[in-house]
């Protein structure tokens, strides 16, 4: 998969999270600010990526905490929310 690839499902899974979080503000009070990372419950190479992605925010050691963010589909719990770090 190309980087430009995973930019765009990034993209496409962002926004459904950001829509999620503004119709459940309680998660946001819940995981508080951080920075998402986005996973696929379907799509190994997205993950994959995004596992590497994980690893690079790590190492600058800038960023506030991380969570990792893995839509289920489920249509009660569409969500499931992880601290990575």
């Given at each position: 998969?190309?980087?430009k690839?995973?930019?765009?499902?990034n993209?496409r899974?962002s926004?459904?999270?950001?829509?999620?979080?503004?119709?459940?503000?309680?998660?946001?009070?819940?995981?508080?600010?951080?920075?998402y990372?986005?996973?696929?419950?379907?799509?190994n190479?997205?993950?994959e990526?995004n596992?590497?992605l994980?690893?690079?925010?790590?190492?600058?050691?800038?960023?506030?905490?991380?969570?990792k963010a893995?839509f289920?589909?489920?249509?009660?719990n569409?969500?499931?929310f992880?601290?990575?770090?």
């Amino acid at each position: 998969m190309s980087k430009k690839d995973q930019f765009q499902k990034n993209l496409r899974l962002s926004a459904k999270l950001a829509d999620y979080i503004a119709n459940h503000p309680s998660l946001f009070k819940k995981h508080g600010e951080g920075s998402y990372v986005v996973f696929s419950k379907t799509d190994n190479s997205l993950n994959e990526m995004n596992e590497n992605l994980l690893k690079d925010i790590k190492k600058e050691k800038k960023s506030k905490k991380v969570i990792k963010a893995t839509f289920t589909g489920h249509k009660n719990n569409p969500w499931k929310f992880e601290f990575a770090y």
